[in-house]
């Protein structure tokens, strides 16, 4: 079974510039999360998608950033402007919807942005 | 504020040599605690999930134990394979996002 996978796996760019960010979560994951970590600090969390709807924004720092999931599959992550504070690595993360209630998240390999 | 912190943040054993990694947390209610290894330039491992206060797992030499309090990764007779980060992380009650410290990097010497 295919893991949870991220395009592209570095991106360098120039602070103003846009850039965007896949993921391809495990197929038949229903929740879709978005991480970053930041240098030096621990990974947060931004955002969570259930299939297409967004269920937590709370970490999302500006509204720099957008999060999208088309049809509940693949999802982008768009930084528009970049600023320098934004690079660090973005991890997405994905897990099922089980009875029990208990979601195990799975990650993906991250994309390592620098803004320049 | 839900808050994790894991301790020490560097650890170099030798191969054999069996130590434990600490994780406390506060936490608005838990529903679980959750236990990644990390190689360099790559993503977080999914290792353990613990629910409740007294559950333990085992995986190889590696085996999780939760309090109400805090969380114990024990690594018995490490080998230099098991050098990695090593992150713990919790999910709030009514939450799936994930509270994540800032890992303990463990080297294995042989």
């Known amino acids: 079974e295919a893991g949870v996978t991220q395009f592209p796996s570095h991106s360098v760019i120039e602070k103003g510039q846009t850039v965007t960010l896949r993921c391809d979560p495990i197929?038949?994951?229903?929740?879709l999360y978005w991480y970053r970590r930041v240098m030096g600090k621990e990974i947060k969390f931004l955002l969570h998608?259930?299939?297409?709807?967004?269920?937590?924004e709370s970490g999302m720092p500006n509204n720099r950033f957008l999060a999208e999931r088309t049809g509940g599959t693949y999802s982008t992550l768009k930084v528009q402007p970049a600023e320098l504070e934004d690079s660090g690595v973005y991890f997405c993360?994905?897990?099922?919807?089980?009875?029990?209630?208990?979601?195990?998240?799975?990650f993906g390999p991250g994309t390592r942005l620098t803004v320049t | 504020e839900d808050q994790v912190t894991q301790s020490p943040e560097a650890l170099r054993l030798q191969e054999g040599e069996s130590s434990s990694l600490n994780c406390s947390y506060t936490?608005?209610?838990?529903?679980?605690l959750f236990w990644y290894r990390q190689d360099p330039g790559k993503g977080p491992e999914f290792l353990f999930t613990?629910?409740?206060a007294g559950e333990e797992k085992e995986k190889e030499r590696l085996k999780a134990t939760l309090t109400k309090k805090e969380s114990f990764l024990h690594i018995t007779a490490p080998k230099p394979e098991d050098s990695a980060t090593y992150l713990c992380?919790?999910?709030?009650?009514?939450?799936?996002?994930?509270?994540f410290g800032q890992g303990t990097r463990l080297t294995i010497n042989p």
């Open positions: 197929s038949g994951h229903d929740n």
């Open positions: 992380a919790v999910a709030p009650q009514g939450a799936q996002k994930l509270v």
């Open positions: 993360a994905s897990s099922q919807d089980p009875p029990d209630r208990r979601y195990e998240q799975y």
């Open positions: 936490v608005s209610g838990l529903r679980g």
């Open positions: 998608f259930v299939k297409e709807s967004k269920q937590d």
């Open positions: 613990l629910y409740s």
